[in-house]
């Protein structure tokens, strides 16, 4: 079963920062957490993914608590592709993935 | 484009016929996983492979669905005797376990409907 909660639907304003949170309060210390999205009809693409430090790469920043207890998701400058479900998962590395129903971003013009 | 790709795209079958879907992964990857994905719900996990063992199957991963990955390169995922309620989309997933990074890498989907 998937460990972590996510709010069901956001909207977000192109040209802004979309903050997408996820909350993993029973995440064991060597799970990672990971972001993927799934664009409508599309397998899920990776997003980013932490242990304990903030990472940032070409397409997000991702946000850890100290407590690892919940974390965000940022899309800098969100795009009307930008669209689409966000899933967080917490995991071991290597093994699978328990997916929720994520969050459907809607990036409005 | 991940690298991962799925054969075929699509698949409609009528019920109680037999279907295969082939997964290719990233080359040097040695893990590779089925998912099940139906409408409006996230991908549930249903099976993965180191090389080619394979180390876990969920429980719903019933006796008329098997998997195999014959040399540890692609995988082809069997369902016997079809249901209505096997309808959806499956998807194949793919990561290197050891290596830096151990994201998975999902492949576009095969789309199965059961009339």
């Known amino acids: 079963d998937a460990k972590t909660t996510q709010p069901t639907s956001m909207d977000c304003a192109e040209g802004r920062a979309a903050n997408l949170p996820c909350n993993h309060s029973?995440?064991?210390?060597?799970?990672?957490v990971y972001w993927y999205r799934q664009i409508h009809s599309q397998g899920p693409q990776y997003i980013i993914h932490g242990l304990k430090n903030n990472e940032t790469n070409e397409m997000a920043s991702l946000i850890i608590t100290e407590d690892r207890k919940s974390s965000t998701l940022i899309l800098p400058h969100a795009t009307l592709r930008d669209t689409a479900v966000y899933y967080c998962?917490?995991?071991?590395?290597?093994?699978?993935?328990?997916f929720g129903t994520g969050t459907s971003l809607t990036v409005i013009p | 484009d991940t690298g991962v790709s799925q054969d075929p795209r699509h698949k409609i079958t009528k019920r109680g016929q037999n279907v295969t879907f082939r997964c290719d992964p990233i080359?040097?990857?040695?893990?590779l996983y089925w998912y099940r994905q139906t409408l409006g719900q996230g991908p549930e996990f249903l099976t993965y492979?180191?090389?080619?063992?394979?180390?876990?199957k969920s429980r719903l991963l019933s006796d008329r669905f098997s998997a195999e990955r014959p040399k540890g390169s692609f995988s082809t995922l069997e369902i016997q005797r079809t249901e209505q309620g096997d309808s959806a989309m499956y998807l194949c997933a793919s990561s290197l376990v050891g290596g830096r990074d151990n994201e998975q890498f999902f492949g576009p989907g095969t789309r199965l409907t059961v009339l």
């Open positions: 080359s040097e990857h040695n893990r």
């Open positions: 029973t995440i064991s210390g060597n799970e990672y």
């Open positions: 492979f180191q090389n080619e063992a394979q180390l876990e």
């Open positions: 998962i917490v995991g071991n590395t290597g093994n699978q993935f328990y």
